[in-house]
């Protein structure tokens, strides 16, 4: 037994990540993708059928699955839409554009009895899974403070809808669902949320910056996105940076599964997600130990998916994590607008 997936949307998203990804799982057959692309799907499985609109997809009674991979203002009309017509979702990140928007959508899943998921593909990187073990070992103590960098170096505004300005565009709606994703799995919802989303770069018709502090009682993890610098592996910011009472880690390079998906390489592949960059551990005596880095392994969120579908086990981003995500996203935004620290109810 098979799950038929459609996807909805064939452009970075679709292409990159979720069409190889969902090949990769054996119990999920990649049956019809919305594109106008038709000789690409055709290179890449002519068995794969094609819809020109969203609506001819849903309204395939052969489709279990809907994987939607649409600019992010559509995410949550199209979520809907897909629910409404029976189907289980994937919906890519950003869940949607407004904590109230996403609560509607957990709600009409529920109601719907289908299943409805967040690509939060970052909870499997090399990164951060090494991070998170190396804090669940104890290895640096009670945690203080961490800096979850996603830096891109794009000093050029591309002609493109996530930098146009256009409701849910920006790094902040781009990036900083990966961000605050990975800070919630590690320590759960923060007291409160203070922000500073700009546009730094000429001409930019979207907020290209965001350093974005979560408060918690005891903690401090802060949170940042920028277009104008390069990451810890070409001479910025480290990806990670964990404090703590017993000593500190540091990851410097970003997960390579990315690049991989884009120079061609799947999951199966020797080298599929293995990460040479290691997590520097530093003590309280001045010593550094270099720890290997664990594997990537982002098929995983669509195997979990088929296991879900297949025999009830959890998803891979539980609904109400996913909402929390939203809920953090919004929190920032607003505290930018107003230049205020905004308190979670």
Known sequence: MSIAVGLIGYGMAGRVFHAPLIRAAPALELKAIVTSRATEVAALDPGIACFATPEQLLADPAIDLAVIATPSATHAPLAAAALRAGKHVVVDKPFALSLEQARDLAALADVSGRRLAVFHNRRFDSDFLSIRAAIEEGLVGR???????????????????????????????????????????????????????????????????????????????????????????????????????????????????????????????????????????????????????????????????????????????????????????????????????????
Not at 252 to 273: F, H, T, Y
């Open 143 to 345: 945690v203080t403070l961490v800096e979850s960098h996603f830096d891109r170096f794009r000093p050029q505004v591309r002609d493109r809808w996530r930098e146009d300005g256009s409701p849910g565009s920006g790094v902040w709606f781009d990036l900083g669902p990966h961000l605050v994703d990975q800070a919630l799995a590690l320590f759960g919802r923060p007291q409160a949320v203070s922000a500073d989303i700009v546009a730094l770069r000429d001409g930019s018709g979207a907020d290209d910056w965001a350093h974005v502090v979560l408060r918690y009682a005891d903690l401090r993890v802060i949170l940042h996105a920028s277009l104008t610098a390069p990451g810890g592996d070409a001479g910025g910011s480290p990806r990670f940076t964990v404090h703590g009472t017993a000593g500190t880690l540091i990851k410097r390079s970003l997960d390579p599964q990315e690049a991989q998906l884009v120079a061609g390489l799947r999951p199966g592949d020797q080298r599929w997600g293995v990460d040479p960059d290691p997590v520097e551990w530093h003590d309280g005596e001045g010593r550094i130990a270099l720890r290997p880095t664990l594997r990537g392994c982002q098929e995983r969120f669509y195997r979990q998916i088929a296991d879900a579908l297949m025999t009830g086990a959890p998803l891979p981003v539980p609904i109400d994590e996913a909402v929390a995500v939203q809920e953090v996203i919004e929190a920032a935004s607003l505290s930018a607008r107003e230049a205020r620290v905004v308190t979670l109810p």
